[in-house]
Nanobody, 115 residues
């Protein structure tokens, strides 16, 4: 299976916003629960937000109220709108399925929050 392609990262000041995008070529994308994960320096990869095939989102407690995940089943895309960014949000962000069998990890997109 082809790995997802993430984009949209960058460097912002605390309180800033970014929107990340993930594109896939999965033929059965519309049936998958998709998610954004992140991995900070010297940290384990963690799940940030997920969205079911019909658009029902779930968020990790540390981003709830600040991040919004949404999907485009026709375009096979998953996006993450990130507001009120904090330095602790600095990480490489990845998208993947929520499944026991994950897709190959993409290169991710770096988000750096710093003053």
């Amino acid at each position: 299976q082809v790995q997802p392609v993430e984009s949209g990262g960058g460097s912002v000041q605390p309180g800033g916003s970014l929107t990340l995008s993930c594109t896939t070529t999965l033929s059965n994308f519309r049936y998958m629960t998709m998610a954004w994960y992140r991995q900070g320096s010297e940290k384990e990869r963690e799940l940030v937000a997920s969205v079911t095939y019909d658009g029902d989102p779930q968020y990790a407690h540390f981003v709830k109220g600040r991040f919004t995940i949404y999907r485009d089943n026709i375009g096979k895309m998953v996006s993450l709108q990130m507001n009120s960014l904090k330095p602790e949000d600095t990480a490489v962000y990845y998208c993947n399925k929520v499944s026991a069998s994950l897709l190959p990890w993409g290169q991710g997109t770096q988000v750096t929050v710093s003053s």
